[in-house]
């Protein structure tokens, strides 16, 4: 088998493919995967999952990730649940309703008045009126993920020898029964996996751009982290922007949320905030989905998720070391308004598989598992 994509979609087909005993080799065009896996917050994130398929994907997905995470230390894999922070009363209400909703249970919901929250998590000194704990999210290392998992599957972990690595190289066309690289060099195979990500022309452009609107569209993201904070923050969290965004929340309370506030409803921005294994803090993270892109950072937006991280911690921040932005692909939602992500066999023996948009770390185990059921 082939896979087109070095990212954590590729790379979970790869370990997939390995489990089930085919011989693969995984063609990376960049000498690294730079894309999005390696840009997000390593969030395993079930918390606010649209019931019925979405959350069955997630959590098995998160049941993937758990045992993956068992064999490779190297994922950094840490059942550390969330905290979905409510400024007011009004955001409380919103987290009331969905700590009781149908599927609670499965999300590993529990509300917590403001001293509960600082029991689990005491680094949180700041101001809020509650949370709802999530103890069925977990944090995984993006920077370290496609590494570790591609030294597992050299090193037999799926089953003897039977992976190759090969960056640097693009895959530019596409035959019966094997792929071109753009070095000339042909890779035979009885399947090939095409995992572009946010590589929307290029070998998996012409099939994108068959008959009609594309199946997916792109989105930008703005990222920041900081020096270690000596401190352990030992919950991933969110602010209560998160809850004007992720489906599980539409429930009656959202239509009573305060307005957001300017900088964030611009950037159309959320606080995530998620302490890395060293220390340092990963914040995000804004939403862009008119191109042509920035190509430069926004400040303003920056400063909107500094100031609400430092009204959680109740504290300043460490100083902040990198920032970047990062594209993912989603489904277009008005070709396609349920689907989670997109898959299309588009040659005998080729299939297509992008598209998770925001969800794609969390769900690529349980995504690249159902491609091959
Ligand atoms: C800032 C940000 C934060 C996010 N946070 C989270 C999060 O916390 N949790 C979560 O679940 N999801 C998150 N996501 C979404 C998640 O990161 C993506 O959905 C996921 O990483 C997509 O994986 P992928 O393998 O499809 O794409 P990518 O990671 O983009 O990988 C695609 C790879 O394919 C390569 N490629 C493209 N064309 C070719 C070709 N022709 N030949 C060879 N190689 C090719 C590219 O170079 C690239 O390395 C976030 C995304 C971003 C941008």
């Not at 599957?153 to 090969?166: I, Q």
């Not at 949320?257 to 803090?281: E, F, S």
């Not at 939602?333 to 992500?341: D, K, W």
């Amino acid at each position: 088998m082939v896979i087109a994509g070095g990212g954590v979609l590729g790379t979970m087909h790869a370990v997939m493919a390995r489990r089930r005993g085919f011989e693969v080799v995984q063609l990376e065009r960049e000498a690294e995967a730079r894309g999005a896996s390696v840009r997000n917050f390593g969030l395993v994130w079930v918390s606010g999952r649209k019931a019925g398929p979405e959350l069955s994907l997630a959590l098995r997905a998160r049941e993937l990730w758990a045992d993956l995470g068992a064999q490779v230390p190297g994922l950094g894999f840490r059942a550390a649940g969330s905290l979905t922070l409510a400024t007011g009363d009004a955001e409380l209400t919103l987290l009331k309703e969905a700590a009781a909703l149908p599927d609670a249970d499965r999300r590993e919901f529990e509300l917590l008045d403001p001293a509960a929250v600082r029991a689990v998590n005491p680094a949180l000194r700041g101001d809020f009126a509650g949370g709802l704990l999530c103890r069925a999210d977990a944090i995984v290392e993006p920077r370290q993920v496609l590494p570790a998992l591609r030294g597992h599957l050299a090193a037999g972990g799926e089953g003897t020898a039977g992976y190759e690595w090969l960056p640097g190289r693009e895959v530019t066309e596409i035959a019966p029964n094997a792929v071109r690289d753009h070095t000339g060099a042909w890779h035979q195979c009885d399947l090939a996996v095409l995992c572009p990500g946010a590589a929307l022309t290029g070998v998996a452009g012409r099939y994108l751009a068959r008959g009609g609107p594309s199946p997916v569209r792109r989105v930008r993201l703005q990222m920041m982290q900081t020096a270690p904070l000596a401190e352990r923050v030992t919950t991933a969290l969110a602010d209560s922007d998160s809850l004007r965004y992720y489906p599980a929340y539409d429930l009656p309370g959202r239509a009573l949320l305060p307005p957001q506030a300017a900088a964030a409803g611009r950037a159309r921005a959320q606080l995530l905030l998620v302490q890395r294994a060293d220390g340092g803090l990963t914040i995000g993270d804004t939403h862009e989905y008119a191109e042509p892109f920035a190509f430069d950072l926004d400040e303003d937006a920056y400063e909107h998720l500094r100031a609400r991280a430092e009204t959680l911690l109740g504290g300043p921040i460490p100083p902040v070391r990198r920032r970047w932005a990062g594209v993912y692909s989603e489904v277009n939602p008005a070709v396609a308004p349920h689907a989670l992500y997109h898959r299309a066999e588009v040659e005998s023996g080729v299939i297509l598989v992008t598209g998770p948009g925001g969800r794609g770390m969390t769900c690529s185990p349980a995504i690249a598992e159902e491609t091959f059921r």
